[in-house]
């Protein structure tokens, strides 16, 4: 069993910048590629950006590429977003999601394809 709890979201200003945490824990022995969705009142979860077990590959969303970062600490079994330039449509619940027992430089950016998935974290942009 896998459990993924996301921290760090809140309210912030147009332009204003927010750090999102997931830390892992459980049967994290083996390597898995994370990433982060995120859903918006009324639709549907979609893709931020993900990351490979190794760190060295990611992909993000065209919405959120030069905005967003995913960056991960296998030590601390812990993926970050650090989101900057945010916008009001950035407004949404953020998941992090995990999958296991993948190639180290392998990157994952279909909801299909994630095994497990966090709690999730409240992210409003508002003036």
């Known amino acids: 069993q896998v459990l993924l709890v996301e921290s760090g979201g809140g309210l912030v200003q147009p332009g204003g910048s927010l750090r999102l945490s997931c830390a892992a824990s459980g049967r994290t022995s083996n390597s898995y590629a994370m990433a982060w969705f995120r859903q918006a009142p009324g639709k549907k979860r979609e893709f931020v950006a993900a990351i490979s077990w190794s760190g060295t590959s990611t992909n993000y969303a065209d919405s959120v590429k030069g905005r967003f970062t995913i960056s991960r600490d296998n030590d601390k079994e812990t993926v970050y977003l650090q989101m900057n330039s945010l916008k009001p449509e950035d407004t949404a619940v953020y998941f992090c999601?995990?999958?296991?027992?993948?190639?180290?430089?392998?990157?994952?950016?279909?909801?299909?394809?994630?095994?497990?998935w966090g709690q999730g974290t409240q992210v409003t942009v508002s003036s």
């Open positions: 999601a995990a999958d296991f027992d993948v190639l180290p430089r392998t990157v994952l950016v279909g909801i299909y394809e994630y095994d497990y």
